[in-house]
């Protein structure tokens, strides 16, 4: 059974830091790209960052130079490293998981206000 489940969400102040983890079981998941997106009310569910198995990463404009994705085949396990946060980041951040299909987790809250 395959299980995709995100941690380290939480409030911060604007400025502050978080790491995101996705730890996943059941795939291979060296094989696997693996996406953060979120989700803030009212909006429509964004891709943030993207790390595929080769280790090539993509962030969208409005985070690059504040966040770092990265992936330790090792554990199964990837992180979403997010400094500099501010309150528009806030949202329900989501790990996603593909190769021959995606599998999402349930999501983790972030919160960024003072």
């Known amino acids: 059974q395959v299980q995709v489940v995100e941690s380290g969400g939480g409030l911060v102040q604007p400025g502050g830091s978080l790491r995101l983890s996705c730890a996943a079981s059941?795939?291979?998941?060296?094989?696997?790209?693996v996406g953060w997106y979120r989700q803030a009310p009212g909006n429509e569910r964004e891709l943030v960052a993207q790390?595929?198995?080769?280790?090539?990463?993509t962030y969208v404009d409005s985070v690059k130079g504040r966040f770092t994705i990265s992936r330790d085949n090792a554990k199964n396990t990837g992180y979403l490293q997010m400094n500099s946060l501010k309150p528009g980041d806030t949202a329900v951040y989501y790990c996603?998981?593909?190769?021959?299909?995606?599998?999402w987790g349930q999501g983790t809250q972030v919160t960024v206000s003072s």
């Open positions: 996603r998981t593909i190769f021959a299909r995606a599998y």
């Open positions: 059941g795939i291979i998941f060296r094989l696997y790209t």
């Open positions: 790390i595929t198995s080769g280790g090539t990463t």
